[in-house]
């Protein structure tokens, strides 16, 4: 009977140890249930902000001042730090599709995600990663994996998908100009339906950009004059700015 008794007791604490194990998971998932998914929407131009202490790679300390950071740019929120904060909070993946990609924070922001493994996919503009100042080839040289389209079209798609969880999205190129300067918008939204559609957009042009595709000695595409069109109205004469797909200046 006392040994019968021992092993009820012994099989109660087991099962109570199992249960407070599991609790904090069970709270977790219950908070999670009851969390609100996120939206959030960025305007742009962003204030210029330090972004330092969101960018330092593991075990970096930023030497100076007590605060950590001697520079004399502000060190409150901005559209861009909020954009860092999203993109840096990726545990597994990180898919980006974009036009233009030249803006060093962001281009930080992904190589930092890729040294600490998050799975890293970049898609873009065949000519637009060529220009100077672009991020393609500093992320390809730290190892991420990116292709570009050969056609005609632009690849003008501005993305990311977070973890297969949040989607990120707007007008918005990933430049300095863009950020600091032009009138854009982003959206920041955990929607399944729609991180299922893009994510779909997105394989689908990662798959038709596979570089076992690529042509290596295309039909060249057709010249064009880049002369402006001249129209006269009241004696004046007005002309508009035509953009060329074989001779661009100026990211945007």
Same mark, same amino acid.
């Given at each position: 009977?006392?040994?019968?008794?021992?092993?009820? %007791? %012994?099989a109660a604490a087991m099962g109570l140890a199992l249960a407070l194990e599991a609790l904090p998971g069970v709270l977790r998932w219950l908070r999670s249930r009851r969390r609100r998914p996120r939206r959030e929407v960025l305007f742009f131009p962003s204030q210029v902000t330090c972004?330092? %202490?969101l960018l330092r790679a593991p075990g970096a300390a930023l030497a100076g001042l007590p605060e950590g950071c001697p520079c004399g740019l502000p060190h409150g929120e901005s559209a861009l730090s909020r954009l860092l904060r999203a993109l840096l909070a990726a545990r597994a993946s990180l898919e980006l599709c974009l036009f233009a990609f #030249? #803006?060093?924070q962001l281009g930080r922001a992904v190589q930092l995600l890729h040294q600490r493994g998050v799975r890293v996919r970049v898609?873009?503009?065949c000519d637009y990663m060529a220009?100077?100042? *672009?991020?393609i080839g500093l992320l390809r040289k730290a190892?991420?994996?990116?292709r570009h389209d050969q056609d005609l079209g632009y690849m003008h798609h501005k993305f990311a998908i977070v973890?297969?969880?949040?989607l990120i999205t707007g007008s918005l190129n990933w430049t300095t100009q863009a950020i600091q300067n032009n009138r854009e918008n982003v959206l920041i939204m955990e929607d399944d339906e729609y991180v299922r559609l893009f994510l779909e957009e997105f394989e689908r042009i990662w798959e038709e950009f596979n570089p076992t595709k690529y042509t290596f000695f295309p039909q060249k595409k057709k010249s064009h004059s880049c002369a402006p069109p001249v129209s006269r109205a009241g004696g004046k004469s007005l002309s508009w700015h035509r953009t060329c797909r074989t *001779?661009?200046?100026?990211?945007?």
């Open positions: 009977m006392g040994r019968l008794r021992w092993q009820v %007791a %012994a972004t330092e %202490a #030249s #803006s060093p898609v873009t503009d220009l100077n100042g *672009s991020q190892g991420i994996q990116v973890d297969k969880r949040v *001779s661009r200046q100026n990211q945007t």
